[in-house]
């Protein structure tokens, strides 16, 4: 069983357009859905879509958020809510041809001191009760909420008897560094703010996650695939096969998802991972498995030199 958490939730609404994206214009889709997302969620659909026992524990509150609740009931998703004052955000991701994805994130409910607390007791409780061999915390932080939100996490996941993965970004993601963390996933684009440089390859990625990250850090790249540096120094890039892209949003929560389904050696692990991660870019939502995923067994996957 894998738990996630998801401190601000969202429901994504997907447009699709006939032509590229023009700001400034008016545009008239072809097609939209509606889905019940935020890092988190996506990473337990993922699971539960690959046939992975999860369970995601989030805030809910508002009209947005009975939509929410709705869509994870109708799709038979096992969740725990969190109720709260504020209203569940709204995002909107446009598919436009030949303009690619684009993503427009509303900021989010502020939490009260009393939710936070509760949704820190309902995380411990829901990996205790489901003896969850990881806890997954997942996206940003809602607005006005400390970082320290990520230490009690990770420090309750922990308690629980779970290894302890975040996928953050900004304060969030330094937190969780900081807290211990046995898996931290930023993208190139996250690392690059902890580090305060920019990344500019597989290689200086790895370079620079060992640097800063203790445990397990697992860097989504984009088309060029994914890097993996483990405690001991070792690294290992996997890039997957040529892909006709359809949206890109989710793919980094189907990367962690891949990573986060099952044991075994590494090397597998991350392949099935990039294998996820790619599969999710055939997909018009966020967390769907398309018609003709990509195999494992296509994913490339050679060893990067020692970094520690």
Request: glycine content about 12%; proline content about 8%.
């Amino acid at each position: 069983m894998i738990v996630t958490v998801t401190p601000n939730p969202s429901l994504d609404r997907t447009l699709r357009l006939p032509g590229p994206l023009r700001p400034g214009k008016v545009h008239r889709a072809t097609g939209s859905s509606t889905e019940a997302s935020g890092k988190g969620v996506n990473v337990t659909r993922v699971l539960r879509a690959n046939g992975i026992d999860s369970t995601a524990v989030l805030p809910l509150g508002g009209a947005s958020g009975a939509e929410l609740r709705a869509l994870l009931l109708a799709e038979r998703v096992p969740f725990t809510a969190v109720p709260i004052a504020g209203r569940i955000r709204g995002n909107i991701t446009v598919l436009g041809s030949r303009s690619g994805t684009t993503k427009l994130n509303e900021p989010g409910p502020e939490l009260t001191a009393r939710e936070l607390d509760e949704l820190v007791a309902a995380t411990g409780k829901a990996v205790r009760e489901h003896r969850a061999r990881w806890l997954a915390i997942c996206g940003s932080l809602p607005p006005g909420v400390p970082p320290g939100l990520v230490t009690r996490l990770v420090a309750a996941g922990h308690a629980a008897g779970a290894a302890v993965a975040v996928d953050s970004s900004g304060a969030g993601l330094a937190e969780a560094v900081r807290a211990g963390a046995d898996l931290v996933a930023p993208n190139a684009e996250e690392l690059a703010e902890l580090a305060g440089q920019p990344v500019t390859s597989p290689d200086h990625a790895a370079e620079v996650a060992a640097d800063l990250c203790p445990g397990t850090a697992l860097i989504s790249l984009g088309e060029l695939g994914a890097v993996l540096v483990r405690p001991d120094g070792t690294a290992m890039h996997a890039v997957p096969p040529p892909i006709t892209v359809v949206n890109t949003a989710g793919a980094g929560d189907a990367l962690l998802a891949g990573w986060l389904a099952a044991e075994g050696p590494a090397a597998a692990r991350l392949a099935r991972a990039v294998a996820w991660g790619a599969s999710a870019c055939l997909a018009a939502g966020t967390a769907e498995l398309p018609d003709h995923p990509v195999a494992p067994e296509l994913v490339t996957t050679t060893e990067l030199q020692e970094r520690r």
